[in-house]
């Protein structure tokens, strides 16, 4: 395979990866993550600004108020005085987040594959073969 062809196949693979827009996991509990991502899960396509998967959890010092959720939004949501989440009550609260910058990446637990590491991957093999 010559190499304009190798080119134009990655490129073509890349600006289709890239046309796609961010994916997150999308849900909301007051009560766990067990329960955000087992009853309340969703997908949700990123639009304009959201360059960032996250996941918060927010609680009160007293932890009579808690609120577990994912989502994405703008690199500004990564910031505890900027996150919706965090910003909601006042007082005395803990607020921890979690952000990423790859597809699905705001899962509870199983890290998923980049699919930009699996192009880089495509691109490697086509030169060498």
Not at 71 to 96: D, M, R
Request: some cysteine; aromatic content about 8%.
């Amino acid at each position: 395979m010559n190499l304009l062809l190798k080119v134009t196949c990655f490129l073509l693979l890349f600006i289709r990866y890239a046309a796609l827009g961010l994916n997150c996991h999308k849900c909301s509990s007051r009560n766990s993550w067990q329960e955000c991502d087992t009853t309340r899960l969703s997908r949700v396509s990123c639009t304009g600004s959201d360059a960032v998967c996250y996941k918060v959890h927010y609680t009160t010092d007293d932890r009579t108020i808690q609120q577990f959720s994912k989502s994405c939004g703008p690199k500004s949501f990564c910031e505890k005085t900027a996150n919706p989440v965090c910003k909601v009550h006042l007082g005395s609260s803990n607020c921890e987040i979690d952000c990423c910058e790859e597809d699905m990446c705001n899962s509870s637990s199983v890290a998923g594959v980049s699919g930009l590491v699996v192009l880089l991957n495509i691109l490697v093999a086509m030169v060498y073969w």
